[in-house]
């Protein structure tokens, strides 16, 4: 069976209760339910983490080598700042589908950098919390047709 590994990064897990003219009033527990019950209707293991901190999310896309067929990253902030995810990235040498709930590219100029771009499959935005069975349905085409 498929598996992924769905990675959220920080302050998403304030997702819900602040900020909701741009991020919606969906939580990261709904979004995490959405995620399984779309990982079940496609026969997809699913494994749902977040972490406020760089080094963890590091040591989870370490981890995930071996462990996971690909990756959908929410770095949420670090997307624009970490050389250090974008070296994780390419050193496990995983498909990574780079999401965001916002459409970055319609916000301030600073989210109109990735480092996670330059070494993704890929790049999801601004489609809410849709984007993530989204990300799922490209990643496993793309693991049925490469893999
Ligand atoms: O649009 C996205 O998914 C982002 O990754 C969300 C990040 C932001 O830094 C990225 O540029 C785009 C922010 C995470 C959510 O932050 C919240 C802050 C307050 C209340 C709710 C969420």
């Known amino acids: 069976m498929t598996s992924i590994l769905i990675l959220n990064g920080p302050n998403l897990n304030l997702l819900g209760t602040r900020q909701p003219e741009v991020y919606g009033h969906i939580t990261l527990d709904d979004i995490e339910t959405l995620c399984r ?17 760089e ?4 040591e989870a896309i370490h981890s995930a080598k071996g462990a996971h067929d690909g990756i959908i990253l929410n770095a ?9 995810l974008m070296d994780a990235i ?4 995983l498909p990574v ?19 996670i771009a330059r070494v993704a499959l890929g790049v999801i935005c601004g489609f809410g919390a849709a984007g993530y069975p989204l ?3 490209a990643l496993l085409g793309h693991l049925t047709r490469d893999g």
């Open 55 to 58: 080094g963890a999310l590091l």
């Open 135 to 137: 990300a799922m349905d």
């Open 90 to 93: 390419s050193s496990v040498e």
């Open 97 to 115: 589908i780079e999401l965001h709930l916002s459409n970055v590219h319609a916000r301030e100029e600073f989210r109109h950098v990735s480092y």
């Open 37 to 53: 019950s779309h990982g079940e209707a496609l026969g997809m293991d699913v494994a749902f983490l977040q972490s406020n901190s």
């Open 76 to 84: 949420g902030a670090y997307t624009h700042t970490s050389i250090a």
